[in-house]
C-alpha cells in the first residue's frame, strides 16, 4: 500500500462507515443500559483461530452511549491490530450507561447487582458463552476495573478464565515506548533537530489511575524522572523539578490527603498540560488537548496513554509545531498483550506477569522502531504524521485479512490496499 494523505484519508473514511460485526443495546430494567459492540473480527480469524473475537475495555459513566462504544470499538480494533504483523485479537468496546438519577463521578465503580444483570444479559455474546460469540468480555476502562471483571466472571462461572490487565502492564508499555522513542531520537538525532538530546528527560503525567501509576512506577525503574503528575483525587499538579518521589506520590493519592511532601510544588489541575517540560504523557480523559490550548503545549514528545487525549486538529497542529506524538493505538496496547497471555493456555499462572510484560516490551520495541522508521521514510515532520501512519498500517492489516475472509470490499478500497 502506498502510504499518501489521499490513500489514508480514503481508507480511514471507508472502515469508518462500516457497520460494526455486533451491536447490543440493552435498556435493562433498573434503568441501567448495557452495550457491546464488536467491531471487526477479520484479523484474527484469518491468522490467529484461537483469539477470533473482539476485545476492549468496559466504561462505566451516565453519557457513554452507542455511537462512542462503536467509535472506541473501531479504535481497539486498529490498537489490536498492530502488535506483530499478525495482530492479537479483533477490537470490540463494552459500555454500561447508568440513569441520571444515578451521578457518576470518576472512581465509581458500578454496584454488584448492576454487573450481575450486566453479566447474565450480556453473557450469550461472549466467547466464552452458550453461544460461541464474537465479544471477548469486559476489560479496563473508565470506571470499570479488574475487580469489577473478576465479578463479572464470577457470577458467571467458576475459575473462569478471565482476560484483564490486572498487572497494569499497558501503562508498563508505555513506558516502555516511551525509552523506545527516546533511544530511536538519540540514535538518528541529526534526523530530530529541534528534539533535545539530553541524559535526563522532564516527564509529566496527567492522570494517576490504571494507567498512571504504572507508567510512573515503571519510568522511574527505568531511570527517568517524572517531574509533576495530576489527578483529580489531588485536584492538582504536582510539581517536584528534581523527580518526585513514586512511593509517597502514591501514598498521598491512596489516603486521598492533602498532605503532600514539602518539596512538591502544587499548582493547578490543568497546569499539567503546559508545563516547560520535555515530555507529557496523556493518561487521564479524552479531548484535553484540542485547538483551544494545542498552542500552550511546551512538551517536544506527547505519548498518549488515555484514548483520544489529543483531537485530530490538535493532532495537525503539533504536527507542523514539530512535536512528536505517538498514538494512543501504538503506545498502549499492552493491556491486549496481557489479556493474550492470561488466555494462553501454555502460560502457567505464576509466569503471567513476567511473559505479559516481555511479550509487550518485545512487540513496543519492534512496533515503535517500524512506526518511526516509516515516519522518517516518509519526510518527518514534512510528511504524514505518526497518527496517519499507524492508523494506515493498522488499515492495511485489517482488510487485507477481510479479503482474504471474503468480505465484501470495494474494488477502489482494494486498489489501495494491494496497490
Same mark, same amino acid.
Given at each position: ?14 472502515? /469508518? ?12 430494567? +433498573?434503568?441501567? &443500559? ?10 484474527? +480469524? ?17 453519557? @457513554? ?14 490498537? /489490536? ?16 450507561? !447508568?440513569?441520571?438519577?444515578?451521578? @457518576? ?13 450486566? !453479566? ?26 479488574? +475487580? ?5 466472571? $464470577?457470577?458467571?462461572?467458576? $475459575? ?52 498512571? &501509576?504504572?507508567?510512573? &512506577? %515503571? ?24 523527580? =518526585? ?6 501514598? @498521598?493519592? %491512596? ?11 502544587? %499548582? ?45 486538529? !490538535?493532532?495537525?497542529?503539533l504536527h507542523r509545531k514539530k512535536v512528536l506524538v505517538i498514538p494512543g493505538e501504538s503506545a498502549n496496547f499492552g493491556g491486549s498483550v496481557a489479556a493474550s497471555v492470561e488466555l494462553d493456555p501454555k502460560v502457567k499462572r505464576e509466569n503471567t506477569v513476567k511473559e505479559s510484560l516481555? %511479550? ?8 515503535? /522502531?517500524?512506526?518511526? /522508521?516509516?515516519? =522518517? +521514510? ?9 497518527? =496517519? ?10 482488510v487485507k485479512a477481510m479479503i482474504e475472509r471474503g468480505d465484501i470490499v470495494p474494488d477502489d478500497i482494494k486498489k489501495i490496499i494491494l496497490d
Amino acid at each position: 500500500m502506498k502510504y499518501t494523505l489521499e490513500n489514508l484519508t480514503k481508507l480511514t473514511e471507508w472502515y /469508518n462507515s462500516r457497520r460494526p460485526e455486533l451491536t447490543v443495546e440493552i435498556d435493562h430494567p +433498573s434503568g441501567y &443500559k448495557f452495550l457491546v459492540v464488536v467491531d471487526n473480527t477479520a484479523l484474527p +480469524s484469518y491468522f490467529n483461530k484461537n483469539l477470533h473475537f473482539g476485545k476492549g475495555g468496559t466504561r462505566y459513566t451516565n453519557d @457513554v452511549n452507542i455511537d462512542e462504544t462503536t467509535m472506541l470499538a473501531k479504535r481497539m480494533t486498529l490498537k /489490536n491490530a498492530l502488535p506483530g504483523e499478525r495482530g492479537l485479537y479483533g477490537g470490540a468496546k463494552s459500555a454500561i450507561q !447508568a440513569p441520571s438519577k444515578i451521578k @457518576v463521578k470518576t472512581g465509581d465503580m458500578p454496584s454488584d447487582y448492576i454487573i450481575s444483570c450486566f !453479566a447474565d444479559e450480556t453473557w450469550r455474546y461472549h466467547v466464552l458463552g452458550p453461544g460461541n460469540g464474537k465479544w471477548g468480555g469486559p476489560g479496563c476502562d473508565m470506571n470499570f476495573n479488574e +475487580s469489577c471483571i473478576k465479578k463479572y466472571i $464470577d457470577f458467571l462461572i467458576e $475459575d473462569g478464565k478471565t482476560a484483564y490487565d490486572i498487572n497494569g502492564i499497558a501503562g508498563k508499555g508505555v513506558a516502555m515506548m516511551v525509552k523506545t522513542v527516546l533511544d530511536f531520537v538519540y540514535e538518528n538525532k541529526n534526523e530530530f533537530p529541534n528534539f533535545p538530546i539530553k541524559d535526563s528527560y522532564s516527564i509529566a503525567i496527567q492522570g494517576l489511575g490504571a494507567m498512571g &501509576k504504572p507508567i510512573f &512506577k %515503571r519510568l522511574t525503574d527505568l531511570g527517568h524522572k517524572v517531574v509533576a503528575v495530576s489527578d483529580l483525587i489531588f485536584n492538582a499538579t504536582l510539581v517536584d523539578k528534581n523527580g =518526585l518521589d513514586y512511593s509517597k506520590i502514591i501514598e @498521598v493519592l %491512596r489516603s486521598e490527603s492533602s498532605d503532600i511532601y514539602e518539596e512538591v510544588e502544587i %499548582r493547578p489541575l490543568d497546569d499539567i498540560l503546559y508545563l516547560d517540560c520535555d515530555i507529557l504523557i496523556p493518561a487521564a480523559i479524552g479531548n484535553v488537548i484540542s485547538s483551544k490550548n494545542v498552542d500552550k503545549i511546551k512538551a517536544s514528545l506527547i505519548v498518549e496513554a488515555a484514548n483520544f487525549p489529543i483531537t485530530e486538529e !490538535a493532532r495537525e497542529d503539533l504536527h507542523r509545531k514539530k512535536v512528536l506524538v505517538i498514538p494512543g493505538e501504538s503506545a498502549n496496547f499492552g493491556g491486549s498483550v496481557a489479556a493474550s497471555v492470561e488466555l494462553d493456555p501454555k502460560v502457567k499462572r505464576e509466569n503471567t506477569v513476567k511473559e505479559s510484560l516481555e %511479550r509487550t516490551d518485545k512487540f513496543i520495541i519492534k512496533h515503535g /522502531n517500524f512506526l518511526l /522508521n516509516k515516519f =522518517l +521514510s516518509f519526510g518527518g515532520f514534512n510528511g504524514i504524521s505518526p497518527y =496517519l501512519i499507524t492508523n494506515g498500517t493498522s488499515l492495511e492489516r485489517i482488510v487485507k485479512a477481510m479479503i482474504e475472509r471474503g468480505d465484501i470490499v470495494p474494488d477502489d478500497i482494494k486498489k489501495i490496499i494491494l496497490d
